[in-house]
């Protein structure tokens, strides 16, 4: 079974400054896919970032962008020019990309505990 | 078009009782999760839809749980003699089909046991 890590439970960033939150992940899969889900106080999750594991390359997506260490089973969020509004719980998570040969394995997320961004103006 | 919706968006009941939480997906998506998420945890998965039929329900805690999704749109989680363990915020999530498609999520439902 796969697990994901996140080793700060909180963390805290002035506006306009960059922080990095930190995720790891156990698995014995070579294709697989890692994500960041926002959650701020409305409950709901919004999708910040994908990363596909056969990708060297690291996903962006405007002030947000990873560094995906493969062999090390990292995945860390960069957040640049902090913004109040990105305040919020961060969860990483792990989705395989085997299919089993019933198609039912591959399609669940698993998250980890989260991270609480606090933004200082 | 609309989003996941969840009803109801808040249940308090007695241990004890029987629940029922709703979950509408955004219209042709397929594939259907439910996800449990306690206090301070990140989502947990519970059951995945694929169409009408449970495609993986492995994460169903115990019998007291169930879920359904009869016409492949619409789905209901049914929690039995609930126990103020099962209080947690309930999310919903759909997507196109199965990976790498999307999930997008509900709002979720918090449900207080007392």
């Known amino acids: 079974a796969q697990t994901v890590t996140q080793s700060q439970p909180e963390m805290s960033v002035q506006e306009a400054e960059t922080v990095t939150l930190s995720c790891t992940y156990d698995?014995?899969?070579?294709?697989?896919?890692l994500f960041w889900y926002k959650q701020p106080p409305s409950r709901q999750m919004i999708l910040v970032i994908r990363q596909e594991a056969y990708k060297q390359q690291n996903a962006t997506e405007n002030r947000f962008s990873v560094n995906f260490q493969k062999a090390a089973k990292s995945f860390s969020l960069k957040i640049s020019d902090s913004q109040l509004g990105d305040a919020a719980m961060y969860f990483c998570?792990?989705?395989?990309?085997?299919?089993?040969?019933?198609?039912?394995?591959?399609?669940?997320?698993?998250f980890g505990e989260g991270t609480q961004l606090t933004v200082n103006p | 078009g609309a989003g996941v919706s969840q009803t109801p968006s808040n249940k308090v009941t007695e241990k004890g009782k029987y629940v029922e939480l709703r979950c509408d997906p955004i219209?042709?998506?397929?594939?259907l999760y439910w996800y449990r998420q306690s206090l301070g945890q990140g989502p947990e998965f519970l059951i995945y839809?694929?169409?009408?039929?449970?495609?993986?329900d492995s994460g169903l805690p115990n019998d007291r749980f169930f879920a359904v999704r009869p016409e492949g749109s619409v789905s209901t989680l049914k929690i039995q003699r609930t126990e103020r363990g099962d209080s947690a915020v309930y999310l919903c999530?759909?997507?196109?089909?199965?990976?790498?498609?999307?999930?997008?999520f509900g709002p979720g439902t918090r449900l207080t046991v007392t």
């Open positions: 998570a792990y989705r395989s990309h085997y299919l089993s040969p019933k198609e039912t394995s591959g399609s669940r997320l698993t």
């Open positions: 219209s042709g998506h397929t594939a």
């Open positions: 698995t014995s899969e070579s294709d697989y896919y």
């Open positions: 839809f694929q169409g009408t039929g449970a495609a993986d």
């Open positions: 999530a759909s997507s196109q089909g199965r990976i790498p498609y999307e999930q997008y």
